[in-house]
């Protein structure tokens, strides 16, 4: 069965610094989503991406994020200057449409700013 | 926004026997009522779901049961294994789209 995969599956950083996860989504699937759980925390909606380009985002999702899909197949989060509390596990799904279909996460990245 | 609870967060049961998650939600235009189960290190894995027009609907030993007009959900197990460890999550959506909002989650523990 196709699935969402996520690189890396571990991301150390320190305090102000880029990252970039990056997520390849099931190949005909048509938006695109990211999420994140802070540890032993609920799962958080951040931002949704459709037709190259975002369709809905949260208030976490601020000006330190953006995405972006480059070439056809990846999908990524950039976070442009980490913070402690940027610490979480970062989840992408993916779904054909939006009307009958489930949404599939990849097994995320835990990021960790230190 | 909506706003989702679950309970309870923490359930044991014995082997083979069952398991019930209950959801509340605030927005009465969901219309799409998922669960998923998370085990370690993985990511969010969908179990079974149902849409509003339906009341129940079942799938092998998991069935989820809606009640729109009270504006809850539940999730059932039956003859629990020790493999259904896991934590489960309720994560209505509605509107048309698919921005789920999950709820707190419920470790599920089955004790052999």
């Known amino acids: 069965e196709p699935e969402v995969t996520q690189t890396p599956s571990h991301q150390v950083t320190q305090m102000g610094q880029e990252v970039i996860l990056r997520c390849v989504p099931i190949s005909n699937h048509l938006y695109f989503y990211w999420y994140r759980q802070i540890l032993g925390q609920k799962v958080e909606f951040l931002v949704s991406f459709y037709n190259n380009e975002i369709s809905e985002k949260s208030e976490i999702f601020d000006d330190q994020f953006s995405v972006e899909r480059p070439d056809g197949s990846n999908f990524t989060l950039k976070i442009r200057s980490t913070k402690l509390e940027d610490s979480a596990m970062y989840f992408c799904a993916s779904i054909l449409d939006r009307a009958n279909s489930p949404l599939h996460f990849g097994n995320g990245t835990r990021l960790t700013v230190t | ?112």
């Open chain 2, 1 to 112: 926004g909506e706003n989702v609870e679950q309970h309870p967060s923490t359930l044991s049961v014995q082997e083979g026997d069952s398991a019930v998650i209950k959801c509340t939600y605030s927005d009465s235009a969901s219309n799409y009522f998922p669960w998923y189960k998370q085990e370690l290190g993985k990511g969010p894995q969908l179990i079974i779901d149902i849409r509003s027009n339906v009341g129940e609907k079942k799938d092998q030993r998991i069935a989820v049961t809606l009640n729109k007009t009270a504006k809850h959900f539940s999730l059932h197990i039956t003859e629990t294994q020790p493999e259904d460890s896991a934590v489960y999550f309720c994560a209505p959506a509605g509107g048309g789209g698919n921005k789920l909002t999950f709820g707190t989650g419920t470790q599920l523990k089955v004790e052999l």
